[in-house]
């Protein structure tokens, strides 16, 4: 018996998340909508689960907030989260506020002198995280500040790291150029490139469910396999986010990064290890082997919507012109077919699209089966037997389903399709963990695996660019749609052409 329990309890630890080192953390941008609504609760939970020790967060922005004002926007946005107001307090006396231009050498001056005083003050030792929470003009003259500033040196004592949001540049020469200005000053296990979706519960478990199951891999290859979809739909427009949008389009804002790192999580062949450059390692191999897009029948391959007015649970939503208030031609929804020319995955289409204003919000990964060779059942079902299906949900209800066939209870043969669902909520008691708290930690800890590596970034960039300059260079057809649909009818031919359709949602 106490071996069984000393058992459970080496599994409990090797389950729990480590407790970082003291540190830092330094979120530029700190007056945000991205501070506010996913940063500074994500830290909180962190903090409130006793993985922060001799921390301070201090926030850098052009808002001339004193440390208080900064505060009592905290206390506003901590409170309504209804958590323990004495733990909320005991929070708050770690925040400061910096306020500055980001373009004044004079600013990374004082910055110096503040992390030096928090650093004594709360004991971390002179360990910084950087947090790039701002416009990403605006990335390259902090990069040039701090690493002029030698807020970037690193020694066997301290670390210094940097988290820089999407999207990594506007296209494959802008990538590379930010790419060169951040190693001018760091190294690359000093940069996290993050993308949100990677700390999504579902899709971590993506590689458990793949290689932890002995059941599943057997499968995972065009003998079995007839299609593959991924959906990230949203029902929200562009919000407040009109004037970075409208500059960077859905290809850029979504496919660029979360689908095509989706892409990669389905489809990689197994790591060596789960260490992160193992993982990245079979990442870029898969974005390496994507069929280049042919420019000259582009409208055969990708769709690019925009959506007109529509409803949406019965009330009516604006045309995306009239949310930005200007004509534009910018996309808000993609539909693409594509092909990995690889042993593994030779003949599969992947079928990838996403969008707003859709008819539901919904992030799911359709593996589509083939169907069975040879139906022994035709004489007494002849309706087509639907095919074996795996739905991993990433959003709203994180779990996955196994859509099966099997006899209906009563005297006549009659198939019927069963759907063996699994989530999360049901399951497992816990408490649901913000992707950018998984992330955050990952950082704190040093460990790259759920980031973007510079290469892996580098290649995604080669598979969407030349997409993007057949769509500049012919101003390219825009289809529309009315909001509260599944795109426009464009998208559905795209696949139904192949004899296939889109998964009922």
Not at 222 to 235: G, L, R
Request: proline share 4%.
């Amino acid at each position: 018996m106490s071996f069984i329990e000393n058992k459970i309890e080496s599994y409990v630890e090797i389950c729990e998340d480590p407790t970082p080192e003291p540190a830092g953390i330094i979120i530029f941008g700190a007056s945000g909508d991205l501070t506010f609504r996913k940063l500074i609760p994500s830290i909180f939970n962190l903090f409130k689960k006793r993985k922060l020790k001799n921390f301070y967060l201090l926030g850098v922005g052009r808002s001339k907030l004193t440390d208080e004002e900064f505060r009592d926007k905290i206390l506003k946005r901590l409170n309504n989260l209804k958590s323990d107001k004495n733990i909320i307090e005991k929070f708050i006396l770690h925040t400061y506020f910096l306020s500055g231009n980001y373009s004044q050498d004079k600013m990374y001056k004082d910055l110096r002198s503040k992390l030096l005083e928090l650093d004594r003050k709360h004991n971390t030792t002179g360990n910084h995280l950087f947090y790039f929470a701002t416009p990403p003009n605006i990335y390259m003259p902090i990069i040039n500040y701090l690493g002029e500033n030698k807020l970037t040196v690193e020694t066997q004592e301290k670390y210094s790291r940097i988290i820089i949001e999407k999207p990594f540049g506007h296209n494959l020469e802008s990538s590379k150029k930010l790419d060169y200005q951040l190693h001018n000053y760091l190294n690359e296990k000093q940069i996290y490139r993050i993308d949100h979706y990677l700390g999504k519960e579902t899709v971590q478990n993506i590689m458990m469910l793949r290689f932890a199951n002995i059941i599943f891999e057997p499968l995972w290859n065009y003998k079995y396999i007839d299609n593959i979809q991924i959906t990230v739909a949203e029902q929200i427009g562009v919000e407040n986010r009109v004037g970075y949008f409208d500059q960077t389009g859905l290809l850029r804002d979504m496919f660029q990064n979360h689908i095509l790192q989706l892409l990669t999580l389905i489809t990689m062949e197994p790591p060596a290890s789960l260490s992160a450059d193992m993982v990245h390692d079979e990442k870029i191999k898969v974005l390496k082997s994507i069929r280049p897009f042919p420019k000259e029948k582009l409208n055969n391959f990708i769709i690019r919507g925009q959506y007109i007015e529509g409803k949406i649970n019965n009330e009516m939503k604006k045309s995306y012109i009239e949310d930005i208030k200007k004509e534009s031609k910018t996309e808000t929804f993609i539909a693409a077919k594509l092909y990995i020319d690889n042993w593994r995955w030779s003949g599969v289409p992947f079928y990838l699209r996403t969008g707003k204003r859709l008819k539901k919000k919904i992030t799911e990964v359709a593996i589509i089966f083939k169907d069975v060779p040879h139906s022994i059942f035709s004489d007494f079902y002849p309706i087509k037997i639907e095919p074996n299906a795996l739905i991993l949900r990433i959003q709203p209800d994180e779990g996955f389903s196994l859509v099966i066939q099997a006899k209906q209870p009563g005297s006549k043969i009659c198939i019927n399709t069963l759907n063996m669902e699994f989530k999360y909520k049901n399951f497992f008691e816990y408490e649901k963990q913000d992707a950018y708290e998984r992330l955050i930690i990952d950082a704190l800890l040093g460990d790259q695996t759920l980031y973007v590596r510079s290469d892996v970034m580098e290649e995604s960039w080669k598979v969407v660019t030349p997409i993007l300059d057949v769509w500049e260079k012919d101003n390219a057809t825009l289809f529309y749609y009315p909001s509260g649909t599944w795109g426009p009818e464009e998208a559905n031919y795209l696949i139904e052409k192949d004899g296939r359709k889109w998964r009922k949602l």
